[in-house]
Structures are given as C-alpha cells and as structure tokens.
C-alpha cells in the first residue's frame, strides 16, 4: 500500500514537469515563431498570449495523463490544481529562461523591445497624459517609466515574462481540477 501512495507522490511531481518540459518547447517555438515574423512575443497583450493555449493544452493533458495512468481514474480536486500549478510553472520558467537567452544570444531581441514598447508609448503619451484619472501620468511619471524602459535587460524581459505566466495560467488549472474531478466512493 505504502508503495502505491509513494508512487503516486513521484507522479505528482514528474507527471507534470515532463508536460512543462513538452509544453515549453512549444512555447519556446510561439516565441521565436513571432519574434521571425515581426511581433514581439513580450509586447503582445497577455489576453492575446499564445501562453494561453499552450497552457490550456498542456495543462488538460497532464490532469487527463495522471488521473488515467497513475490515479485509476479518480482525481481530487487538489491534484488538479497541483497538477496545473506546477504545469505551468514549469512552462513559464522554462519560457523565461529561453526569453533570457534569447536576449543574451540575440541583443537585438532585447532592443527591439525597448523600441517598440517606446513607440507605444510615445503613441499613447496623449491619452496617459491626459487621460482618465485611473490612467493619467504626470510627466515626471512618464518620463521616469520612458528612462526605466531605455534601462531594460534580458533579466527583465525573463522575470516579467515568467510573472505574465503566473497570472495567465492561474485560474485553468481551477476550472480543468473542477471539471476533472472524480473521487472514491467510501
């Protein structure tokens, strides 16, 4: 018995960091896919993230492996979200740490972010600046957030890349541990 429980702990940890492996190599593909084609993966609203579907996929398929495979059909609720938790921790780490690279490897990956979030910016100075007061920056704040922006590394695109994740895929695992769930009858 003690065996089952010890094997079924393993799983709960390699189960999804193997889906995190899988699913950051797609991600890892999204990234360089769109930085080839002109979009900056960092510059695209985090509602319109190619993060989502990876997590979506990924995510679904490591609840369904885990609770087909080394679960006997029964899943609780916790190991959902355990599950997906990890899942896409896993992707996001493993994304902010190719997002890294790329921008040691590739200094132009970390320019062209600061140009074009600039550009961005300097497109909506008008409305930050005179916006409404939930939105409106002073022009000491605006210069200070412009300055900031000029002083970007690839530390800082990997560290809010991997944030941008946690907040992404924060509620899937919720929804796909809920629709999943099954338990023992006692």
Known sequence: ?????????????????????YGSIVNALFIFLLYS???HPILIPPFL???????????????RDYKENYNSGFLHTWEGILLGIQTYMWI????????????????AFVSDYITNAILGMETAKEELMNGPQAVKMTVEEYQR???ALKQTTAANLAVDYFLKSLLIGFFIPL??????RKVERT
């Open 145 to 147: 957030h412009l300055n």
């Open 37 to 39: 084609t002109g979009r």
């Open 175 to 180: 929804v796909y541990a809920a629709l999943f």
């Open 49 to 63: 993230d190619s993060r989502i579907l990876v997590f979506l996929v990924f995510i679904y398929f490591v609840i």
């Open 1 to 21: 018995m003690s065996n089952i429980i010890m094997n079924n702990q393993k799983s709960l940890i390699q189960v999804p960091f193997r889906y995190g492996v």
């Open 92 to 107: 996001g780490l493993l994304g902010s740490v190719f997002v890294y690279t790329l921008g040691r490897i590739h200094p």
